[in-house]
């Protein structure tokens, strides 16, 4: 039998393969699950485990930006206009979002 806390998770997980590498992206505030406003600015934790990865990266995301705050950017075929994996996972959820990887060097 499948514990309730494992069909309804008290914080934000999600396991995800991406680049065929298997990860977890997670949030510690609770209210990411039940409240909406909360989605507004938030932070997720990612850690795949992999030995290139030193520290779990520390991600703030940004579901209220515009596209036109950003950096201007090359032509979109350009390798400048390319976005990781991982923050394409993300916009699958919160489409538009902005991800800040906060120092650390986007992977994947």
């Given at each position: 039998?499948?514990?309730?806390?494992?069909?309804s998770p008290r914080f934000p997980v999600?396991?995800?393969?991406?680049?065929?590498?298997?990860?977890?992206?997670?949030?510690?505030?609770?209210?990411?699950?039940?409240?909406?406003?909360?989605?507004?600015?938030?932070?997720?934790?990612?850690?795949?485990?992999?030995?290139?990865?030193?520290?779990?990266?520390?991600?703030t995301v940004d579901t209220h930006s515009?596209?036109?705050?950003?950096?201007?950017?090359?032509?979109?075929?350009?390798?400048?206009?390319?976005?990781?994996?991982?923050?394409?996972?993300?916009?699958?959820?919160?489409?538009?979002?902005?991800?800040?990887?906060?120092?650390?060097?986007?992977?994947f």
């Open positions: 039998q499948v514990s309730p806390a494992l069909r999600w396991l995800c393969s991406l680049s065929g590498r298997h990860s977890v992206l997670f949030g510690t505030d609770c209210r990411l699950l039940s409240d909406w406003r909360s989605e507004r600015i938030f932070q997720l934790y990612f850690c795949s485990g992999q030995q290139e990865q030193t520290r779990t990266a520390h991600l515009h596209h036109w705050e950003e950096a201007p950017r090359e032509g979109p075929c350009s390798p400048g206009q390319r976005r990781p994996a991982l923050e394409m996972a993300i916009r699958t959820r919160w489409p538009g979002a902005t991800v800040s990887w906060n120092g650390t060097d986007s992977f």
